[in-house]
């Protein structure tokens, strides 16, 4: 059993900037993860995420250019540096590892896909 450990959210004014982390229990490295993001009545909504044999990054266009996804596989810590945060961006933010379900390229914003979550934490931005 993984398990995923978020943490790194807080309450920012927008333009702000976040780091958040997902330290995990066991070696990752073989892992596809993603971060995703979920507010109250809406859908899991994918964020960023990262192939673990290409290393190729994928992202929200939502987030791009303002968000980067990031792995540390020596620490087994995936991390998302979130600049320019908007009030839209506020959320739940889970980390989510190990991708099963068919070309990761094309469904990695599937929540379905991954096989293990996190518990999530809260990022909140105010205008």
């Known amino acids: 059993q993984v398990q995923l450990v978020e943490s790194g959210g807080d309450s920012v004014q927008a333009g702000g900037a976040l780091r958040l982390s997902c330290t995990t229990s066991a070696y990752t490295t073989a892992y596809s993860m993603a971060w995703f993001r979920q507010v109250p009545g809406k859908e899991r909504e994918g964020v960023a995420a990262i192939s673990a044999a290409s290393g190729r990054t994928y992202y929200a266009d939502s987030v791009k250019g303002r968000f980067t996804i990031s792995r540390d596989n020596v620490r087994n810590t995936l991390f998302l540096q979130m600049n320019s945060l908007k009030p839209e961006d506020t959320a739940m933010y889970y980390c989510?590892?190990?991708?099963?379900?068919?070309?990761?390229?094309?469904?990695?914003?599937?929540?379905?896909?991954?096989?293990?979550w996190g518990q999530g934490t809260q990022v909140t931005v105010s205008s």
């Open positions: 989510a590892a190990l991708w099963s379900n068919g070309a990761f390229e094309d469904g990695w914003h599937r929540p379905d896909g991954f096989a293990y």
